[in-house]
């Protein structure tokens, strides 16, 4: 009986030593994150849901583009007129929030290619008989703090007589607006169109001139901002721009927000 249960032992210590173990599956790794900087005050580009989930048109762009690239996107809100300093100060990697590419702003950050291009419009009361800036002398317009709009205002409006009154945001914009605070603003004409004159409350609101578009102002269209020597981020940022262009996803997202205005926010 010995010999039998020894020979089973034996038998089973090389039947173990036989058989081959199952190397473990290699765990899953997490894509990198991308820190993006939004101003969520700002519809229909970037705005929130009505549970606080950071959406818009920007917001769908970035997720596109952090797709592309294998990246993660994670939204960080930012005050406007901060979102520079912040890059800079490494708080988040890009800003995808419709700033638009200028030459004073190439001086602390680089850009992408852009990926859309809308002009600006005066927003005023329907009543007020707009010709030139000189026309609307007295007139309180609101700009939101550090955009190329508020560069505009200061530039052609403010030395015409207008007074220019600057926000953090521009939702304060046209909150002034309708309490009566202020006759109108200047704002991208997307924007403007979808966020304020759409709406129950832009009702006696309209556009007044034409459309304002020079570059010393406004630039060249709305790129991602990064920081400089992200060369990189850049290129893979700008390759991933044109496979969404050609796609047709940018075209999906595009008629999600403005196929109503028949219009293709990429511009010319």
Known sequence: MKKLLLGLAVLSLLAACGKKEEAPAPAAVAPAELKVAIDPTYEPFTFKTADGQPTGFDVDIANALCEQIKRKCVFVEQVWDGMIPGLNAKKYDVIISSMSITDDRMKEVDFTDKYYNTPSRIVLKKTVKYTDPASIK??????????????????????AGVVVNSYEAQDQVYLDIKSGRLDGTVADFMEATGGFLSKPEGEKYALAGPDLKEPKYF???????LRKGEDALKGELNAAIKTIRSNGSYKTMNDKYFAKFNIDVYGE
């Open 138 to 159: 007295g007139k309180k317009i609101g700009v939101l703090k550090g955009s190329t709009q508020e560069a505009y205002a200061m530039g052609e409006l403010k030395p």
């Open 219 to 225: 630039g060249y269209g709305a790129g991602i901002a």
